[in-house]
Every structure is written in C-alpha cells, then in structure tokens.
C-alpha cells in the first residue's frame, strides 16, 4: 500500500464521554505528520461525539466518523475500511496509550519485518495503575519474530489494543470484526496463526481503564448471564478458529477457559436461577464438546469435576461448585 500515512489509529466511541479526552490527549503525545487518528462514533447518547468533532477541528490527523449503534465490531470495521496507513492499530475511547508505544511497536515492525507486534497491558483506575496477573508470563520477555505455534502462551494474548499491524497483512489474512462482544479473540487469534511471524514486547504500551462511574465496561459486568453467555460464544467461536487452523493449540486454549471462564460461570451460578444461567451454560456445553479430550489430563480435579458437570447441563451441580468457590475466595468470586 501506498501511503502517506504511516500509522493509522481507529477509536469506536460509544457513550464514553468521561473518558474519551483523557484517551485522546494520550493519543495526541503520538500524533506526528505520519498518524491518523480515526474516530468511529456508533451513536453516542452523551456529548462523546462533539468532543470528537472538537478534537478533530484543533488537531490535524484526527478524522470523525458518525454512524447509528451498530456494536463495536462495526465501528471497527467501518474505520479500517476508511484508513490509509501502512500499519494499522486499535485503541478503545475509555483507555490510554503511554508515550512513545506507538513508536516503540512500529520500531520493532520495521526492524524485524513481522506481521504484527504485541506489547504488554496493565489495568488502571483514578487510584493507580496494575499488573494483570494473567499476562504477566505472556508478555514477561521480549520474543521476536516468534509464533503462537511454537509459543502456546500467546493464546492469551487476544486482545486487539495492544498491536500494531501491517495492513497488507491484515488484508491478506481477511481479518474482521463479526461479534457483538468480547469480538478482539477470535479475530486476534487468527491472527496470530496466520501471521508468518510476530514480535512481542514486554514493555508497556497500554494502559486499560476499569470504569470508576458511569457505565460499566462489558469485563466489568462479569458476573451477568448474558455477560457469561457473551464468553461463552467468543470461546467456541475462537476455538473453531483454532480448530480449522492448527488444532494442536486447542488444548492450552480450552485449558485457559475452563480455568477462568468456566469458574466465573460457576460463581454466577450461585445468585442466578437455572433458567437465567441455562443459555450461557448451554453454550459452555458446546464449548465442552468440542474441546480435545485429553486436554482433562492437564486440569485440577476441581477443573476436571466442573467440566463433567457443564457436559451434563447439571446446573444446580455447578452452582455447588461455585458457592464454595466463592466461599474459598471470600466471596469474591
């Protein structure tokens, strides 16, 4: 692709006006001649869109796109379409991205020729900023031109915030956004078992929000069935990825699920019905009977025993399970 723009940035917004000027003056401390910054509006309620368009007025570089709630899938598909960079990145309206990442990805990019690059995340409130325990192992070393093939940690590595991409490669790949939530994973992971190679850094190149007020963030609603029902589908949909692809690495992602999602489906078990809890546990089943059976080998007996109890759709077996584990936590799920 033929460009003068090197990089080009696609911001969803949707009714984050709290947030979105702190994300943006993050985003202005790596606006150079070469960036775009590509606003996607999906029909905020709030003034998130004339803070937009007043950002885009004072600054070259930053474009407004305005459209009717369509999800974020479709905001994100929407400003890749309208972008004309060489390399391609993502950034959620409520986040911020530290100085200086963007260049430091796109100076791993152009030095080792990969077709994306990840850096590492923490989490941040008005409080102060954290490590994620999940991804302190995948992102602990710097690794370039490596692959998820030979690096099954990276199976973690599904979010769609923390890269840059070389557009040839994303259109190659036929990368697209299609769910309506929790839709970064089964594109993300695609991507990496498409890509030939990828770097991976273990500096710091984004900063996630946890909502403080307003409305909570989707990974903040963890404990809602139609929440849980939302993981459930990103898991099957991200493990048929992985099964049409390289079946091999279905193992260490189904490992991670049942350990993680499956316990938090337990846990909401304990305060929801059998028939608020039926559809999410339902597609928690398809997940199961999917998943290569020797993968069991490898779990907890406490994993093992709820994966038996999610084949048989035995909900009031998994809210047992979910009660003591809530009591094992303190409650806290």
Not at 137 to 147: I, K, Q, S, W, Y
């Amino acid at each position: 692709m033929t460009s003068e723009i090197l990089l080009s940035v696609v911001v969803p917004v949707y009714d984050v006006e709290a947030y979105l000027e702190v994300c943006l003056q993050s985003l202005g401390l790596q606006l150079d001649r070469r960036m775009e910054v590509i606003l996607v509006d999906d029909g905020s309620s709030d003034d998130s869109l004339a803070i937009a368009r007043a950002w885009a007025r004072k600054r070259v570089g930053v474009r407004v796109l305005a459209q009717e709630h369509q999800g974020l899938s479709a905001a994100r598909n929407r400003g890749v379409g309208e972008s004309s960079g060489t390399f391609l990145a993502f950034c959620d309206a409520d986040d911020v991205v530290p100085e200086g990442s963007y260049r430091t990805l796109l100076a791993s990019l152009q030095e080792t020729g990969s077709d994306f690059v990840s850096g590492n995340v923490r989490r941040f409130d008005s409080s102060g900023i954290w490590a994620h325990p999940r991804y302190g192992n995948v992102f602990a070393t710097d690794r370039l031109r490596t692959h998820i093939t030979r690096d099954h940690r990276l199976v973690l590595d599904r979010m769609a915030w923390n890269k840059v991409f070389r557009r040839s490669f994303w259109d190659r790949a036929g990368l697209r956004f299609a769910l309506r939530e929790y839709e970064d994973a089964s594109v993300m992971i695609r991507a990496h078992l498409l890509a030939d190679a990828v770097d991976v850094l273990s500096r710091v190149v984004y900063h996630w929000r946890v909502r403080d007020f307003g409305p909570r963030s989707i990974t903040q609603r963890l404990y809602e069935p139609s929440n849980i029902e939302a993981r459930m589908t990103m898991a099957t949909e991200t493990g048929q990825v992985i099964q049409s692809i390289f079946p091999p690495l279905l193992s260490a992602f189904a490992a991670d699920i049942i350990h993680g999602d499956f316990w938090v489906l337990a846990c909401a078990a304990a305060s929801h019905s059998d028939e608020e809890m039926y559809p999410a546990t339902l597609r928690a089943n398809e997940f199961v009977a999917m998943r290569d059976p020797d993968c069991l080998m490898n779990l907890s007996p406490d994993d093992q025993e709820l994966v038996r109890r999610v084949a048989d759709l035995d909900i009031p077996a998994i809210r047992k399970l979910g009660v003591t584990r809530s009591q094992i936590l303190g409650g806290k799920g």
